[in-house]
């Protein structure tokens, strides 16, 4: 059975979307932390209107 953990980050401020890949710094967030293994999972705007992603890895056995 995979167990899993489990990060809460904050993205940077929100920038207009672009087609050129890993253009903005919350793009950039995302790419880094998927490189270590981690997938988001889900998202929720924050009061200050910027954005908290869940991020989930299987854990290390």
Known sequence: MTTW???IV???SLE???HA????A?????NSEGEQGWEAV???PLTDGRIAVLL???RAQ
């Open 56 to 58: 989930k890895k299987p």
């Open 10 to 12: 904050e993205l940077p």
């Open 16 to 18: 207009a979307a672009t």
């Open 21 to 24: 890949p890993g253009a903005s």
């Open 42 to 44: 889900g998202l929720t």
């Open 26 to 30: 919350a793009v950039q967030a995302l």
């Open 5 to 7: 953990e489990y990060l």
